[in-house]
């Protein structure tokens, strides 16, 4: 069945980077549009950033503009998040779903959730 693991999670400086990374298995990785969702201590699931199933088009909220890259490697079957210039207000459990193929702003798979921790 459709498994998405993600890696790279961990604990970063702020001004520092990281970069996450969701192995998908399992279906036409091609054929859906993927997103990164977190949820930081205490609050609900924040929208990040969402890519095409063709790579044609990405979006992302407005906290993370123009820091945050979102991509996606075919061959790899692979979903990444290069994150720059971090935040503290950028810790959360960073997600990784599979975006359904009717309305772009739900999701019926999920990552198992990678901590990231922005702190001095």
């Known amino acids: 069945e459709v498994q998405l693991v993600e890696s790279g999670g961990g604990l970063v400086q702020p001004g520092g980077s990281l970069r996450l990374s969701c192995a998908a298995s399992e279906f036409t990785f091609s054929a859906y549009a993927m997103s990164w969702v977190r949820q930081a201590p205490g609050k609900g699931l924040e929208w990040v950033s969402t890519?095409?199933?063709?790579?044609?088009?990405?979006s992302y909220a407005d906290s993370v503009k123009g820091r945050f890259t979102i991509s996606r490697d075919y061959a790899k079957n692979t979903l990444s998040l290069q994150m720059n210039s971090l935040k503290p207000e950028d810790t959360a459990v960073y997600y990784c779903?599979?975006?359904?193929?009717?309305?772009?702003?739900?999701?019926?798979?999920w990552g198992q959730g990678t901590q990231v921790t922005v702190s001095s």
């Open positions: 890519i095409s199933n063709g790579a044609t088009s990405t």
């Open positions: 779903a599979r975006n359904t193929l009717t309305w772009g702003g739900t999701y019926d798979y």
